[in-house]
Antibody, heavy 122, light 110 residues
Framework: QLQLQESGPGLVKPSETLSLTCTLS??????????WGWIRQPPGKGLEWIGT???????FYNPSLKSRVTISVDTSKNHFSLKLSSVTAADTAVYYC??????????????WGQGTLVTVSS | QTVVTQEPSLSVSPGGTVTLTCGLN?????????PSWYQQTPGQAPRTLIY???TRSSGVPDRFSGSILGNKAALTITGAQADDESDYYC??????????FGTGTKVTVL
């Protein structure tokens, strides 16, 4: 059974860079059918797509966050990462990693991590 | 900016039917946006319910169904149960690798 697990600091100072890792077990990154994504949810608010990465290095980002986001997939370490720079209190959220299926005729998130809360505060 | 809108809240009686919709500010939603639906209970990660407009994910009860109604994607719960009380989100793929989450609907069963 495929599992995703987020990890990283739960507290980040304003203006610094938020860094999270999502570790994959029970599956492989090296499939042309799967992308690897990050989604966040501020406390009491809705879900927001941050971006997705592909094992070849291709990435796609939310236009509203694009200037601050970097997603990378490390197949040798079986994980993918999120970096969000110049954070503010507005970036406080539960961050989820998820697998995205893209078969050309279907496109959806099928597996999700449990989520990790990141608080931006000095 | 692309905005995907959902009803903020809906209520349904136990055993009743409720339909949630997913609209697009730039036009009509169709199957080419590959609408998918997710259920989220407090403190939990989202759970995939429906993908490609109408396909139920593995293990999802058949009281959940997806469709296109007019110019929106729709999720219908037929024979609602108490544990269907959750937040529901749609996602549309708008191309160029970009996904957009809807604003979410809180469903109350009472």
């Amino acid at each position: 059974q495929l599992q995703l697990q987020e990890s990283g600091p739960g507290l980040v100072k304003p203006s610094e860079t938020l860094s999270l890792t999502c570790t994959l077990s029970g599956g492989s990154f090296s499939s042309h059918s799967y992308y690897w994504g990050w989604i966040r949810q501020p406390p009491g608010k809705g879900l927001e797509w941050i971006g997705t990465g592909y094992y070849t290095g291709s990435t796609f980002y939310n236009p509203s966050l694009k200037s601050r986001v970097t997603i990378s997939v490390d197949t040798s370490k079986n994980h993918f990462s999120l970096k969000l720079s110049s954070v503010t209190a507005a970036d406080t959220a539960v961050y989820y990693c998820a697998r995205l299926i893209d078969l050309g005729f279907t496109y959806y998130f099928d597996y999700w991590g449990q989520g990790t809360l990141v608080t931006v505060s000095s | 900016q692309t905005v995907v809108t959902q009803e903020p809240s809906l209520s349904v009686s136990p055993g009743g039917t409720v339909t949630l919709t997913c609209g697009l500010n730039s036009g009509s939603v169709s199957t080419i946006y590959y609408p998918s639906w997710y259920q989220q209970t407090p403190g939990q990660a989202p759970r995939t319910l429906i993908y490609s407009t109408t396909t139920r994910s593995s293990g999802v009860p058949d009281r959940f169904s997806g469709s296109i109604l007019g110019n929106k994607a729709a999720l219908t719960i037929t024979g609602a149960q108490a544990d269907d009380e959750s937040d529901y989100y749609c996602v549309l793929y708008i191309g160029r690798g970009i996904s957009v989450f809807g604003t979410g609907t809180k469903v109350t069963v009472l």
